[in-house]
C-alpha cells in the first residue's frame, strides 16, 4: 500500500464517520468529518491565547471548511457565510467531537469560596439554534427635516462579527470610556445589520465598499432620532436600534447571555452578566 492509497482511505473512513450538526440559518443539518490532528493542533494553538485575536478567530473559523463533507453548492453554507448562530451550534459540535465542556473559574465575592462553574451551550441556546431565522427587513423613518430615511436590514455574518470585535478592541485601547462601548448595543452593533440605506428613494451606492470605521462614523453623523432611542420610547419601531433589538435573534441571543447565572455552591449567592458571546469562543 502507498501512502497516497492510505490518504484516500482516510478521506473515505472520515467521510462515513461524519457527525451531522444542524446549522440554523440554512435548517439544515451538515455532515462534519472527524477532528483530524491538525484540527485539534490548531485549537490547541488557539487555546494559548486568553485576549480576542482576529487571526485565530479566522483561522478557527476556517475549520468549518475543512471539516465539512459537503460543498456550499449542496448545502447552503460555508465559512464565509455561517451566522453567528450558526457559529455556536458548530463549536457546539467541535466541543461534543473533543468532549471538551466549557468551564470558567470563579471567587464568589460573598463568601471568597473559589468554584468552577460549567456551562452547557447545548441546553442553554438550543431554543435560539433550532428557532433560528435568518432575517431581511426593511426599516424606514421620516426625520426632522422631513428627509425619508430607509434602511435593508439583515443577518450578519460570524466573519463580519469578529472583524468587528476587532474594532471594538482597539477602541478600549484607545479610550475605555468611549460611549460607543458603554452602549454598544445601541450605539455601534447596529452597523452590522444594515446592509443598505436609501435617503428619499435615492441609494447610498457605496456603502458595502466602505471599512467599518467609516459606516459607524456616518451613522453618528445621522440624525439623533433615528437610530437611538432619544425619548425612551417602547415602541419597536421608534428608532434603528429598538427595531433591531426587537426583531433579530442575535440581539435577544446577547440578552439571554446576560442573563446567565452563576451560583455559587457554598452560600447559593447567585450573578448575572458575567459572560459574553466571545467567551463562548475560547477552547
Not at 454598544?184 to 451606492?205: G, H
Request: proline content about 2%; some cysteine.
Amino acid at each position: 500500500m502507498k501512502l497516497s492509497d492510505l490518504n484516500e482511505f482516510l478521506n473515505v473512513e472520515n467521510n462515513q464517520n461524519a457527525t451531522k450538526i444542524y446549522i440554523p440559518s440554512v435548517k439544515y443539518d451538515v455532515s462534519l468529518k472527524p477532528l483530524t490532528t491538525a484540527n485539534v493542533k490548531t485549537l490547541s494553538r488557539i487555546g494559548v491565547f486568553n485576549e480576542f485575536d482576529l487571526n485565530n478567530e479566522l483561522l478557527k473559523l476556517s475549520l468549518f471548511d475543512k471539516m465539512i463533507v459537503e460543498t456550499k453548492a449542496t448545502c447552503g453554507v460555508d465559512s464565509e457565510s455561517l451566522t453567528q448562530i450558526d457559529f455556536l451550534s458548530f463549536l457546539i459540535g467541535l466541543r461534543k467531537l473533543l468532549e471538551n465542556p466549557l468551564s470558567f473559574s470563579f471567587t464568589c465575592q460573598s463568601c471568597e469560596h473559589e468554584f468552577i462553574h460549567t456551562i452547557d451551550l447545548e441546553a442553554e441556546f438550543s431554543k435560539f439554534i433550532y428557532g433560528y431565522t435568518k432575517k431581511q427587513l426593511f426599516y424606514e423613518k421620516i426625520d426632522q427635516n422631513d428627509v425619508i430615511w430607509k434602511f435593508e436590514l439583515s443577518s450578519y455574518s460570524m466573519k463580519d462579527y469578529l472583524y468587528y470585535r476587532y474594532y471594538i478592541e482597539r477602541l478600549k485601547e484607545l479610550d475605555i470610556n468611549n460611549p460607543d462601548l458603554l452602549n454598544e448595543a445601541s450605539f455601534i452593533r447596529p452597523v452590522l445589520y444594515v446592509k443598505n440605506i436609501w435617503r428619499n428613494d435615492e441609494l447610498i451606492e457605496d456603502w458595502n465598499e466602505q471599512i467599518l470605521s467609516t459606516k459607524i462614523k456616518f451613522l453618528n453623523a445621522l440624525p439623533s432620532e433615528l437610530v437611538l432611542n432619544t425619548k425612551n420610547s417602547e415602541l419597536a419601531d421608534a428608532c434603528l436600534s429598538n427595531f433591531i433589538k426587537e426583531n433579530f435573534d442575535e440581539e435577544k441571543l446577547f440578552k439571554e447571555i446576560e442573563k446567565l447565572q452563576v451560583k455559587c455552591p457554598k452560600c447559593n449567592e447567585a450573578y448575572e452578566g458575567l459572560f459574553t458571546f466571545d467567551d463562548f469562543l475560547t477552547f
